[in-house]
């Protein structure tokens, strides 16, 4: 009975938007990396080239960000529930195109059209942030990275099998119409959500349509309001955002391509890293809200840089160490600035901060591919070796500029 009582008590915030969100991330993060696997691969298959990789994910990432000042100004004003729950649906029907693409091209529309559909995305960050209470935080944050580990480790094996029986084009059609039923489903358990803005406004389509310019303004504004711990820490995560926009869209392509890994070999490694995000998720995330925010994101930097060396230098056996501590990094920097975020932002400016954060992260996510993409044409390790080199100025201005605040907000 005592274990009982104890888990009741560790685990009494999950009900509400908090479980229904966490129910949906099941269906969307398994679906999610099924295609994700071999993702760059598909764009190749189709015609695409290094350069295509890294243009469709600027185009993509441009898409998100345009539409981050308005979701985070909506969010705020009108309400979290209606983004959400609308808004996932169109997500579910953007990856059709990706399902049926005939070419790398409409790659690159699909692209577009699923990010614009993410204008829920301020929306969504504000309410998980409104639905845990401030002591839980760390566990909370923790535990969707736990949910998404679990959910995503089968995906490469799936990936794999759908690889070795239909090859790589039509396992990867297959793929995203599994994509695109589950995400439906996930768009269905979302219209349950419960609105956390106390008498949200009700919108009209004239304020729809200046929600770009009233966001702008308004995002901007709740920067001058909020602690400059924010401002910092928005500007560590900017340097964090660039560095991983160059790598991520090669990351498979460098491992086969250049470390000679076979497509199965990488799907594999892949259920290794979330094994080891599943592992380390909840001691983390009790380990942020014991000690604080602030440490657990120094360690994070920290186990990121031996990590990417492992990477570029690697064998299978390297390959394995390196996603495993990439995993461990990965698991702290998010529960951790999640937190910090949510503890430093009152409540009615999150949706904005999130939303200004969002726009210039994309911005810098959108260049960061290309630079990535010219880096890579130049020499494969070029994305890695810079990343390495922007450790530096994160791990600075967080041990330097951040401070954790004496109350956090609720």
């Not at 229904?20 to 189709?46: C, K, N, Q, R």
């Not at 059609?173 to 949200?200: C, G, H, N, Q």
């Not at 560095?243 to 890994?261: C, D, N, R, W």
């Not at 909840?282 to 031996?306: H, Q």
Request: proline content about 5%; overall charge positive; some cysteine.
């Amino acid at each position: 009975m005592g274990i009982v009582a104890t888990l009741k008590r560790e685990f009494s915030f999950i009900r509400g938007n908090y479980l229904v969100l966490v129910l949906s991330w099941v269906f969307m993060d398994f679906a999610h990396e099924i295609p994700g696997t071999y993702y760059s691969l598909y764009i190749l298959a189709l015609g695409g080239t290094e350069f295509s990789i890294g243009l469709i994910s600027f185009a993509g990432f441009l898409a998100l960000a345009s539409v981050q000042f308005p979701g985070g100004y909506l969010a705020d004003k009108y309400g979290r529930r209606w983004l959400v729950s609308t808004m996932t649906f169109g997500v579910a029907l953007s990856f059709l195109i990706f399902a049926f693409a005939p070419s790398w091209h409409t790659i690159l529309i699909g692209a577009v059209i699923t990010n614009l559909c993410l204008i829920y995305q301020p929306a969504l960050l504000a309410m998980i942030a409104d639905s845990l209470p401030s002591e839980r935080r760390g566990m909370g944050y923790s535990i969707i990275n736990l949910i998404a580990s679990v959910s995503t480790t089968p995906g490469p094996a799936i990936a794999a099998m759908l690889f070795l029986s239909f090859g790589l084009v039509n396992g990867m059609r297959i793929a995203y119409i599994i994509v695109f039923a589950l995400y439906l489903t996930a768009a269905v358990l979302r219209i349950s959500l419960k609105e956390t803005v106390k008498d949200p406004a009700k919108i009209s389509a004239r304020e729809f349509l200046n929600s770009y310019p009233n966001g702008l303004k308004e995002s901007v504004r709740a920067f001058k309001i909020v602690p400059r711990a924010v401002l910092f820490l928005f500007l560590a995560n900017v340097f964090a955002t660039f560095s991983f926009a160059m790598i991520m869209p090669f990351v498979v392509v460098y491992a086969t391509k250049t470390l000679g890994i076979s497509e199965v070999a990488w799907s594999l490694l892949l259920i290794f890293l979330f094994i080891a995000m599943i592992i380390t998720s909840l001691p983390s995330g009790k380990f942020i809200d014991k000690i604080g925010r602030k440490i657990p994101l120094l360690v994070s930097y920290v186990i990121m840089a031996p990590a990417i060396l492992l990477f570029v230098l690697g064998d299978f056996v390297r390959l394995l160490i390196a996603l495993i501590l990439i995993g461990l990094s990965q698991v702290l920097l998010m529960s951790s600035y999640s937190s910090l975020q949510a503890d430093l932002v009152p409540k009615e400016q999150r949706g904005k901060v999130i939303g200004f954060t969002n726009f210039f992260n994309n911005i810098l996510m959108a260049f960061g591919s290309v630079v990535g993409s010219v880096l890579y044409s130049i020499s494969p390790q070029f994305p890695f070796f810079l990343l390495l080199i922007l450790l530096m100025p994160e791990f600075l201005i967080v041990l330097l500029l951040v401070d954790e605040p004496k109350k956090r907000q609720e």
